[in-house]
């Protein structure tokens, strides 16, 4: 008797889970990749309310749980929440101006809070609007928004390897020179290092860097010793949160300024990991991000967003297991509760993170290039969307401060080079390709998975490809 063979199916790379070895030395890295613009944005608004210590380390510590529970749910997925692709949740830098001015001029952490949870609920349900919308980010706008995402982190790492703004050691040889080092030992063992080794070149340069940095006099390890081994956060720490119309008006310009920033930011890891982000799955992850945010007013943090940073080093060690990225979560979450471990990652000196940085965030310019190479050239007509669009996102990036003058809510969406850059790119790609007088624009990459998808799951006989 003849035995029937059934087709094996073939799990999909952003499916696969690596060895626990892999997969602890994976999400490390990707842990360490974020880690200094994770606890960015508690610092920066925490600061400007004049914070005392340990309320300042306490919105540390909820940011890192969030961030790890926010990254769980987007890479894991619940129901119709999350992307299920491999994405780093942080606080969005874009709210940070907004916070400032609610927290010292308006009602303070309990109106932030207030606004953010309101902010998380729009979130949510606008989430199915934002996914009919994947059409206007073809590949010209996907490839122009994934480009200035890239270049607008490149300062982000040049702060760094110089030491970190307002360093009193700013931009000397030392603090350069240790991050050239870094830069050398990422780019030789990802040369020369074989297979599993090439892949954690940034985590080796970072542990090479740190390593170098002690007997240097770089690193600071005294908050380790002060620091408790255990902190919970509990909903409303700082009291029952407050709805104020112009603090949830300006939080409102902020939720639609960052879900245009992660949809930019989800199509490029979609590309990246040959995974193409679907009007579905884009409505997911955008809903997940609401849920965080929300999550974020709940547990003392702020709004949530896909972190660019993390979409570099996808890029560049081609490593495209989600579940790597939810085991970082699950790393931010020890983190969040074990404040002393977050402590020791503190310690990680700027220049370290700066020499890495500039490998991660030039690789998420060079695969915006590569989506850029399959756009139509031959007349000016993309170009002039390109190189208006790439201006305009780079604008606030070269001359900081240069809308000040401007109101609040132009200041939210403008000073942002990627949601200018992004709003630009999709209305000049309107006037220019879809506008009567235009010609058809580029076809859009993720349209096919777009049109095919029923009920979200993908038609994957050949490849194995299956909606978790």
């Known amino acids: 008797m003849t035995s029937v063979r059934h087709p094996v199916p073939i799990r999909h790379p952003v499916d696969e889970v690596p060895s626990p070895g892999r997969l602890a030395a994976f999400g490390l890295q990707h842990v360490l990749a974020m880690y200094a613009g994770a606890v960015a944005v508690p610092l920066i608004v925490g600061g400007a309310m004049k914070l005392s210590p340990a309320d300042l380390a306490y919105l540390i510590n909820a940011d890192l749980l969030l961030c790890g529970i926010a990254t769980v749910l987007q890479c894991v997925g619940l129901w119709r929440f999350g992307v299920r692709l491999p994405i780093m949740q942080g606080c969005t830098f874009a709210a940070v101006t907004p916070m400032v001015l609610i927290g010292t001029e308006g009602g303070g952490l309990r109106a932030i ?9 729009a979130m949510i349900l606008l989430a199915p609007v934002f996914g009919r919308l994947l059409r206007f980010f073809p590949p010209l706008v996907t490839g122009t928004v994934i480009l200035i995402i890239g270049l607008s982190l490149l300062p982000v790492a040049g702060n ?17 020179g240790l991050a050239g080092g870094v830069l050398v030992v990422v780019l ?30 770089f690193t600071d390890f005294s908050g380790v010793g002060d620091s408790d081994w255990v902190g919970v956060s509990t909903p409303f720490h700082f009291g029952s949160p407050t709805f104020e119309t112009p603090a949830v008006v300006s939080m409102l310009v902020v939720a639609l300024v ?39 007013g709940v547990f003392n943090t702020f709004p949530y967003t896909a972190f660019a940073q993390n979409v570099g080093l996808v890029g560049m060690t081609r490593v495209r297991s989600r579940w790597v ?47 850029l190479a399959a756009v139509d050239f031959r007349d000016n007509h993309n170009l002039t969307v390109v190189a208006v669009s790439v201006a305009v996102g780079l604008l606030p990036v070269g001359v900081p401060g240069i809308y000040k003058e401007f109101p609040n809510w132009f200041q939210t969406v403008m000073d942002s080079g990627i949601s200018a850059g992004c709003v630009t790119a999709i209305a000049l790609n309107l006037l220019f390709n879809h506008l009567p007088g235009g010609r058809a624009s580029a076809p859009v990459a993720a349209e096919a998975p777009l049109l095919e998808s029923r009920g979200g799951e993908d038609a994957v006989e050949q490849t194995g490809e299956q909606r978790v």
């Not at 063992?189 to 007997?215: D, H, K, M, N, Y």
């Open 188 to 217: 030789a063992v990802q040369r020369f290092a074989p297979g599993f080794l090439s892949r954690v070149a940034v985590l080796v340069g970072i542990v090479a860097g740190t390593a170098a940095a002690i007997p240097l006099g």
């Open 325 to 371: 990225v939810a085991a970082a979560g699950g790393m931010l979450v020890l983190l969040g509760l074990a404040p002393k471990l977050g402590a020791v990652v503190a310690a990680i000196p700027a220049p370290v993170l700066g020499g890495a940085g500039l490998v991660m965030f030039g690789t998420v310019a060079a695969s915006g290039l590569r989506t």
């Open 113 to 121: 809070y207030g606004s953010v949870i309101v902010a998380g609920v």
């Open 160 to 176: 760094w390897a110089a030491g970190g703004q307002g360093a009193a050691d700013f931009g000397t040889p030392k603090n350069l």
């Open 258 to 296: 960052t879900m245009t920033e992660t949809t930019g930011d989800f199509i490029a890891v979609g590309e990246m990991t040959g995974r193409p982000v679907d009007r579905r799955r884009l409505a997911d992850g955008l809903r997940a991000d609401g849920a965080a945010t929300v999550l974020g």
